[in-house]
């Protein structure tokens, strides 16, 4: 078994929803430098952060499951500035700032790690993390 490493988390948390999602639907995956990261959230810099692998033959599936997360995520997020649900999650050509900004970069394709970031199309606002929407 060939595992590819799929996505690169600074936020425990939020590997943990993604990680859990991928068993539930039988994706072969598990998450690398999880207990150095978890220990100690300085080092999550100099670890590159928690890495979730996934097996080779199912890294398609795995795309496309995220792709529904955004999507779902996107549902119930806003702008952190304007309040606006006319936010986007795009790709920038920019280099990333930091590991955060790398959350949801894929590092498959090459070195050139194109940067993922959620655009607000009302107040052209770029975030790192949207505002949650509170149900209830
Ligand atoms: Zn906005």
Redesign the pocket.
């Known amino acids: 078994m060939r595992f590819k490493l799929f996505q690169t988390f600074t936020n425990y948390m939020d590997a943990h929803i993604v990680f859990g999602r991928f068993q539930d639907v039988g994706i072969r995956c598990w998450l690398k430098d999880e207990n150095i990261v978890t220990i100690n959230p300085i080092w999550t810099q100099a670890t590159g952060g928690i890495k979730l692998m996934v097996a080779e033959d199912q890294v398609e599936e795995a795309q496309n499951l995220i792709a529904e997360f955004i999507e779902e995520k996107r549902a119930r997020f806003r702008?952190p500035?304007?309040e606006?649900g006319n936010i986007e999650y795009i790709s920038t050509n920019r280099k990333p700032a930091n590991w955060f900004s790398v959350l949801f970069g894929f590092l498959l394709t090459s070195y050139a790690i194109p940067l993922q970031i959620w655009h607000?199309f009302?107040?052209n606002?770029e975030f790192e993390e949207p505002k949650e929407v509170v149900s209830g």
């Open positions: 702008c500035v304007c606006s607000c009302q107040c606002a």
